[in-house]
């Protein structure tokens, strides 16, 4: 089995960003995640756009996978997102990038772009390794 296969079926007990978003863990590594969601009509706000918490619920996935997979558990203290477009394309990614790594704490930045480059939104977060 794959370390990609492996990230999978570990994550797929995250039911609400794998079964109810549709989320899809497309690269691990270590320090890193990449995800993609593509976006549905179940995505959608009552203005007919994305609701900005599909953006946040796709990076605090990655960040899970990327701080999670193969570690002590990590959990996020404080997360801040910065909306910077609406998407154009019809799919989600969400890519993580390790700022500092502690012996408590970790920062990663998470950025979210879609399926053409739009940048959608950054998520800068922090975590807490709880052992």
């Given at each position: ?93 969400g890519e993580s990038r390790l700022l500092r790594d502690g012996k408590h704490n970790c920062f990663y930045e998470i950025t979210i772009t879609d399926n053409l ?15």
């Open positions: 089995m794959t370390e990609l296969q492996e990230a999978r079926e570990f994550f797929s007990n995250d039911r609400f960003a794998t079964k109810q978003t549709g989320i899809v863990i497309e690269e691990v590594g270590e320090n890193y995640a990449r995800c993609s969601m593509r976006i549905t009509e179940n995505h959608l706000n009552a203005v007919n756009h994305v609701m900005g918490g599909v953006a946040y619920t796709l990076a605090d996935f990655v960040f899970a996978v990327a701080t999670n997979f193969k570690k002590p558990p990590t959990v996020t203290t404080v997360s801040q997102i910065s909306y910077l477009s609406a998407p154009k394309g019809d799919t989600l990614i480059g739009t940048n959608v939104a950054v998520v800068m977060t922090s975590g807490a390794h709880l052992s």
